[in-house]
């Protein structure tokens, strides 16, 4: 049986150990905060209009998602439901820029007029 997350948390005697932790988890989670954006870049390659980079949809069954993960994990959902929401904001804006940058850089199609 795998541990829970949170159970993984170490007993800290200093803040000088709080932060020696979060500066190790940082160095964990911020190249995978790197790689997830990797996709905010093939998202925008693949969508026709800039119209569909966000997807209430998705975000909705992302939040869903995680907020139970985070609960087997230990956590605290709504915790987890604010950082994934404001991540995704962040992400969408970034994935605009990578659209508008694609189609200035002449790597997307045109879209067709459509008809009156
Ligand atoms: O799934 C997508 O369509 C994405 O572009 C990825 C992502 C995400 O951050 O996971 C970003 C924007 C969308 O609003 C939904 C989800």
């Excluded at 500066?23 to 026709?48: F, H, N, S, W």
């Excluded at 609960?71 to 994934?84: D, H, L, N």
């Excluded at 002449?106 to 459509?114: L, W």
């Amino acid at each position: 049986m795998s541990t829970r997350a949170i159970d993984r948390t170490r007993h800290c005697s200093s803040m000088a150990q709080v932060r020696q932790h979060i500066d190790a988890l940082d160095d964990v989670l911020v190249p995978l905060l790197v790689e997830r954006g990797g996709y905010m870049t093939q998202a925008a390659r693949i969508k026709t209009e800039a119209a569909q980079v966000r997807d209430e949809a998705r975000i909705e069954q992302i939040v869903q998602r995680v907020r139970a993960r985070a609960a087997a994990e230990g956590g605290e959902p709504q915790v987890i439901e604010a950082i994934y929401r404001a991540m995704m904001e962040a992400y969408i804006a970034f994935e605009h820029r990578e659209f508008a940058r694609l189609v200035a850089e002449g790597h997307k199609q045109p879209q067709e007029e459509s008809a009156p």
